[in-house]
């Protein structure tokens, strides 16, 4: 903790770096970074990090390299790859260092500028500060800032990236996070067929409008389109698990924030399974079970008040749900080549 509250304090007062342009997304047309129309402005602010096309490709270098982690063997691409929407598919928990197992899944990574807070349980608040989280990890890749620096200084492919992108060969700590942060900004996923029939480029099938209906009836309050997360922390009935995880509370040592955890958005579920924090429901039929029948008439305690009474769906009125669910799948984002 030291280390990463030592990080943090130097981190956040750094100054603005003079390399990078002055308006935030001047770059937007070549760096592919858009906001879909109909969405709130993004949370991010742009105005320290402006996004420029050789700092977004030399954060997916740096994403995407083992040599960040210890022992060279975990990148941040290890456990949020593109094919899973950036989730570590099949994988019920994260997988680190030396083989160590985390306690939480690893989430999908899209739409990361409009969330207030990052994580499971809202640790971070920028995406800056939250790529040091992983990084300094003992059970994920267990690497001091200082490391970091420095064994990425002593590559000369990244001598030679750091200098086309920020102008000057300078290697530090900000610049390292600002890179990577920018790679993930452009992780936009809003391409599914949800998006093209608000676009009115498409059209619901029977099935997937009545499903719609059930879902604004009975998911929409936490689950807000269009980015289908509220961004608040619930606790959703599930017990305590194995490793006791008290989510939110793990943060703010706030008792009534005990098993609170994150709404996650439901966009891309046919990529990101299994589903949950600690990935115990290996199907969407899990999960809807869990809503409708493991949610006790005498809910657990820290049971958020909306699910007291749990969610009761028929058998016909699932079917419709997971049509619905269907249609927030974004293959193209999954499988867009510039994210590989």
């Not at 498409?202 to 879902?215: L, W």
């Not at 609170?260 to 579920?269: D, G, M, T, Y």
Request: a neutral charge; proline letters at 7%.
């Amino acid at each position: 903790m030291p280390l990463l509250l030592g990080a943090l304090l130097a981190f956040s007062g750094c100054r603005k770096d003079p390399a990078i342009p002055e308006n935030p997304l001047a770059a937007s047309a070549e760096t592919g970074f858009h906001i879909p129309a109909g969405w709130p402005a993004p949370y991010y602010s742009f105005s320290e990090n402006p996004l420029k096309p050789e700092i977004i490709q030399l954060g997916k270098k740096l994403f995407n390299d083992p040599k960040l982690s210890r022992d060279s063997t975990i990148s941040c691409g290890s456990c949020h790859q593109p094919a899973g929407a950036f989730s570590q598919t099949g994988h019920i928990i994260s997988h680190g260092v030396d083989g160590r197992l985390g306690t939480r899944n690893s989430p999908g990574l899209f739409n990361l500028v409009w969330h207030p807070s990052l994580m499971w349980d809202g640790g971070a608040n920028n995406l800056e500060t939250q790529i040091l989280i992983p990084l300094q990890s003992h059970v994920e890749m267990e690497m001091s800032p200082q490391e970091l620096v420095t064994r990425v200084s002593a590559q000369p492919i990244y001598q030679k990236a750091f200098l086309e992108a920020w102008g000057t060969p300078e290697i530090n700590l900000a610049r390292i996070l600002k890179s990577m942060a920018q790679f993930e900004a452009t992780l936009i996923s809003d391409g599914a067929k949800w998006d093209r029939v608000q676009r009115r480029q498409a059209s619901f099938t029977a099935d997937e409008a009545r499903g719609e209906k059930v879902f604004m009836a009975n998911c929409a309050v936490c689950h807000k389109p269009p980015l289908f997360t509220d961004f608040a922390f619930r606790s959703n009935g599930l017990s305590a698990g194995v490793a006791n995880d008290s989510g939110r509370m793990r943060i703010n040592r706030n008792e009534g924030d005990k098993y609170k955890f994150k709404v996650p958005s439901l966009r891309n579920l046919a990529f990101t399974a299994p589903y949950f924090h600690d990935g115990r429901a290996a199907t969407i039929d899990d999960v809807l079970k869990h809503y409708s029948e493991g949610i006790a008439a005498q809910p657990a305690p820290y049971t958020d008040p909306q699910l007291h009474n749990g969610i009761r769906l028929d058998a016909t009125e699932k079917e419709q749900l997971k049509a619905f669910l269907q249609t927030l799948n974004d293959t193209a984002f999954a499988r867009n080549p510039a994210f590989r």
